[in-house]
């Protein structure tokens, strides 16, 4: 410091010398610092937030990948599954999962004996109850697809209870289930004795991805499946309408419209559209297409139509965006050699502007495919355990969506849903990543081309 | 008309009581000019005077600027361009245009000069179109320079081979005016060159009419001179005339240097 006020002694001329900062250049300096200070922080403390949310999110939802199994052979019995022998599908298809319960129970309780693994006074019907509700309706759908296993003794991986997989995955301990009506210590203790003997497994989980939702009582069973398809429906429907709609309207009204009062009114409107609440969206969709035009409630159609809506003015305001940063020049330049109007925009300015307009599109898909609230109010928050058939007819079938599902699987009372829920958003995360990633690629790719 | 006393069959663009406004600003005021074939006329005056203005009313490029209005009478071959009937698209494949700053497409040079040719038509098939082309980039006095590489982007060349082949892409056309605004302003003196050198061969096929900021570059390459002045047509004489002995104070002022 005190070079510094020696060097800032003027010279015979009276100057300062270069060599040290004066008064007013000490202070800018210290607030550019103090400015590169705030702004580290606050990057700091958005990377923070990032990386809590992902942390809580990864550590709770992982578990939703993973999935207890009991891996038996199970006598499928003639006598009980077939009574008439001659493998009539129709006359299988009349036993109900009543059926299977007790197959199941007998073949757990015979494999527990073998192994002399049965606690002091533990009944057959406790044993029995580690396996899933769910395990026989799985069963039956297995023997439907494939009479010929009646009959045989038949290697299954039976889904273990919610709390059973609980236990496996720490969610559920021996002074836990004390107080729980749902699961004993001894089924635990069991479980625990099954598990060294390989019979009760833990595998990777892709009912989660494919299953469809499963009832309150069943968090084992609950999967994605209806969900995904949903959502992938909707967006289909959004890429569809929005993207040609959108494109088309912002070319016109870049392009072509005169500028007027109209235009002006249109453009302010189609900015106040882009920020207006989503759930406004889902109440014109309720009033419009389900009671004014009559499509089903809780069908991909009605959610894709009212998506399609929200996303167009995100679309619109990024085409015409990417629309006006494409340089004049080139439009004199085709205008020049005699190009039409229209030539010179579907020629020189469209291709030069399609990055943007993707980059645009993808973030509206992207922003329509994480909206709940406009779905809970067509009726997307129904409770669908059948996947919706192929499309067309399926934009009209009854199907859920991946925010919905998750806000759906929060609502719910077992914990053993929480892990789901959590495990749903890992999945949403990666459709998102997924589609951001592809449109950095696509932006990438097109302006390679000069 | 006896002004200039031109002969009449060579009067290829002729404009009467020419006015534009932009907006409320009266941009050309009251310009009658006879420009003849197969000669470069300059348009030259101070910054804002409104030659630039004037020669876009030529091709009708105006008309893409929503606020501008033409007024007055533009014939090409005695046919007025402003008729209702003219569609400027027609009028634009034989009014060529050069801008101030090269501007070819974001594609390759090929395509730069391929592109005016396909949209009205004129090759039947790929072999007549390799002939267009090349015969547009040898006008343009650039094909030596690009013919191994007609796939490279034309963003890719020099400043000074952009604008040429700017030039080849306006004449593949085969246009019969070529309005150049400031062709060389964005130049380094080498490329002002060439291009200069290749205005004076493309005047043997075309009329020529260019806008110069540089008195210099007008009185080196064209045959007649037009002196503009706050939208006004002070004066329109050979440009020899202009140059050594104008009628009016203000060409004087100007060409000597006390304005602009």
């Known amino acids: 410091m005190t070079d510094a006020i020696e060097g800032a002694r003027p010279d015979a001329a009276g100057r300062p010398s270069l060599l040290a900062a004066d008064r007013r250049t000490r202070a800018r300096n210290a607030a550019e610092r103090r400015f590169r200070l705030y702004g580290m922080i606050a990057v700091g403390l958005g990377l923070a937030a990032l990386v809590v949310l992902l942390s809580t999110v990864a550590i709770k939802g992982a578990g939703a990948f993973r999935q207890t199994y009991v891996s038996l052979g ?5 006598a009980k599954l077939d009574k008439t022998g001659n493998r009539d599908i129709e006359a299988i298809k009349k036993v109900s999962t009543f059926g299977y319960t007790p197959l199941i129970q007998e073949a757990l309780v015979r494999k527990v004996d073998e192994l002399g693994l049965r606690p002091d006074g533990m009944s057959d019907k406790d044993i029995g109850g580690i396996v899933s509700k769910d395990a026989a309706a799985q ?40 107080r729980d009506s749902n699961v004993t210590p001894d089924q635990i203790r069991l479980a625990q004795a099954l598990a060294e003997a390989g019979v009760v497994v833990t595998r990777f989980n892709w009912g989660f991805v494919t299953r469809p939702d499963a009832s309150d009582q069943r968090p084992e069973a609950a999967g994605l499946g209806v969900a995904i398809l949903g ?13 040609p709609i959108g494109v088309a309207a912002s070319i016109y009204l870049e392009e072509f ?35 004014f035009a009559g499509l089903p409630q809780s069908a991909p159609i009605v959610g894709g139509l009212v998506l399609t809506l929200m996303t167009l003015p995100t679309i619109i305001i990024s085409t015409r965006a990417s629309l006006k940063s494409v340089p004049p020049s080139i439009r004199d330049a085709a205008l020049g050699v005699g190009a039409s109007k229209m030539q010179s925009v579907f020629h020189h300015v469209l291709p030069l502007a399609a990055p943007g307009i993707l980059t645009g599109t993808i973030i509206g898909l992207a922003q329509a495919l994480g909206e709940t609230a406009p779905l809970l109010l067509i009726g997307m928050v129904a409770f669908v355990n059948d996947y919706p058939a192929a499309p067309p007819e399926g934009f009209f079938d009854p199907a859920s969506a991946l925010p919905v599902q998750i806000y759906n699987w929060t609502q719910r009372a077992d914990p053993a849903f929480v892990e789901r829920a959590s495990g749903a958003i890992i999945v949403l995360l990666l459709f998102l990543v997924a589609m ?10 097109f302006e390679r081309r000069w | 008309m006896a002004r200039h006393a031109p002969h009449i069959a060579d009067v290829k663009v002729s404009a009467r009581d020419v006015n534009v406004f932009y907006g409320e600003t009266h941009a050309i005021k009251d310009v009658d000019v006879d420009i003849l074939d197969k000669t470069v006329t300059a348009f030259i005056g101070p910054s804002g005077c409104g030659k630039s203005t004037f020669l876009r009313c030529i091709n009708r490029m105006n008309d893409t600027i929503d606020i501008a209005r033409v007024t007055g009478e533009i014939t090409l071959d005695g046919e007025d361009i ?27 040079i090929y395509e730069n000069v391929a592109y005016g040719p396909r949209i009205h038509g004129l090759a039947r098939n790929k072999a007549e179109l390799d002939d267009i082309v090349e015969k547009a980039l040898r006008r343009g006095a650039i094909w030596d320079e690009v013919k191994d590489r007609l796939g490279a982007p034309g963003t890719g060349l020099s400043g000074g081979q952009q604008q040429r082949l700017c030039i080849a892409r306006a004449i593949a056309t085969e246009p019969e005016v070529l309005l150049m605004d400031e062709p060389c302003s964005a130049l380094d003196p080498i490329a002002t060159d060439q291009v200069e050198e290749l205005i004076h061969d493309l005047r043997r096929n075309y009329s020529v009419v260019i806008v110069t900021h540089s008195m210099q570059q007008a009185a080196r ?40």
């Open chain 1, 231 to 243: 959502s992938l429906y909707m967006m289909l429907i959004v890429l569809v309408l929005a993207l």
């Open chain 1, 257 to 291: 419209a005169p500028r007027n009062r109209w235009t002006d009114l249109i453009e302010v409107n189609i900015a106040n559209l882009a920020a207006v609440p989503s759930i406004v969206f889902g109440i014109l969709g309720l009033a419009i297409f389900i009671n």
């Open chain 2, 82 to 108: 402003y008729d209702r009937r003219v569609d400027p698209v027609q009028l634009r494949a034989r009014v060529g245009m050069v801008f101030q700053k090269p501007n070819p497409f974001p594609k390759s």
């Open chain 1, 436 to 445: 951001n990633a592809l449109a950095v690629i696509l932006r990438r790719r």
């Open chain 1, 139 to 178: 069963l039956r759908d297995r023997v439907i697809a494939d009479p010929m296993l009646i009959g045989t003794r038949t290697r299954v991986d039976l889904l273990a209870t919610g709390r059973i997989d609980g236990y496996f995955k720490g969610r559920v301990s021996l002074a836990s289930a004390e």
């Open chain 1, 74 to 78: 199970v006598d499928l019995a003639e």
């Open chain 2, 221 to 260: 390459v064209s045959q007649k001179t037009a002196f503009f002045h706050l939208g006004d047509l002070v004066e329109y004489d050979d440009t020899d005339t202009i140059f050594n002995n104008p009628k009016d104070s203000r060409t004087e002022s100007y060409i000597t240097g006390r304005i602009g």
